[in-house]
């Protein structure tokens, strides 16, 4: 069983005035085949968490610990991370011209197992996953994210996910820029993964309709860098009727 520990976690941003203060003091556990809704309004530092797991330079902790299975995350590069078991997908993917989307699975395949996949396996898993969501085809010859719709990156990052299958993943708001089918079809991508494997996921979302979809097993309002309560799947249903204002009037005050 995997098990990701974050503690006392404090984030600093570089900005263009000199570092600020984002995180102040995160707690948080996920172990596998637990799914955690990170939800909370823009600002909050939700993304600013899934930035500092995966080693983004700009994103400097300034104290606390991150945890992998009780390995120092914190002093392992970003490659070392990924071959760890962690995986991020991004709220906003880039692109990489020159590179096909075939050529970057198997290549990062190749990069977390430590040896290439058999090319004749490899390339019945990869149609397959790509069939599941939807995928044509000819959609490994194109260029990593290069053109891609939105809703085209999102389902890239998952095939990525179903293909390394990760011990810990973090995704963050994979429902933004979404229409209501591929919702659907991206959810059904997370759904499979965890039904297949002992998965952790760390859910980043501002929004209650991914969570139709994904259930998840404890959800964790951000606020002003902190949590500022935790829950079940019920404190996702009042955040749908009540938003986030109570949370807001509060660190005002």
């Known amino acids: 069983m995997a098990e990701l520990q974050i503690k006392n976690l404090h984030v600093d941003v570089e900005t263009n005035d000199g570092p600020k203060n ?3 003091g995160v707690d948080l556990t996920i172990r596998s085949g637990e799914t955690h809704a990170i939800m909370g309004p823009n600002g909050s530092g939700k993304s600013t968490l899934a930035y500092a797991i ?4 700009k994103y400097v902790v300034t104290d606390g610990q991150i945890l992998l299975d009780g390995e120092d995350v914190l002093e392992m590069s970003v490659d070392e991370r990924a071959r760890a078991g962690m995986f991020l997908a991004m709220q906003y993917p880039v692109e990489v011209p ?16 430590g040896e290439a996949p058999a090319l004749r396996t490899w390339t019945k898993d990869v149609r397959e996953a790509m069939e599941r969501l939807r995928m044509d085809g000819e959609f490994a010859t194109r260029n ?9 990156k999102k389902r890239h990052e998952i095939l990525q996910m179903e293909l390394l299958r990760p011990k810990i993943a973090v995704l963050d708001e994979t429902d933004s820029g979404l229409d209501v089918d591929a919702l659907r079809i991206v959810s059904e991508g997370v759904n499979r993964l965890k039904d297949s494997s002992d998965v952790g996921i760390m859910l980043i979302t501002h929004y209650t309709r991914i969570l139709r979809y994904i259930h998840p097993d404890f959800v964790h309002v951000f606020v002003n860098g902190r949590v500022a309560e935790e829950g079940g799947p019920e404190l996702a249903e009042r955040l749908e009727e009540e938003g986030y204002d109570r949370f807001l009037s509060g660190a005002r005050a």
């Not at 995966?54 to 330079?57: E, I, K, L, Q, Y």
């Not at 075939?102 to 990069?111: I, S, Y």
């Not at 990593?144 to 085209?152: A, L």
């Open 22 to 24: 984002i995180l102040k």
């Open 54 to 57: 995966a080693g983004h330079p």
């Open 144 to 152: 990593v994210n290069e053109g891609f719709s939105g809703g085209e």
């Open 98 to 113: 020159g590179v096909t989307v075939a050529n970057f699975l198997r290549t990062a395949k190749t990069a977390v197992d």
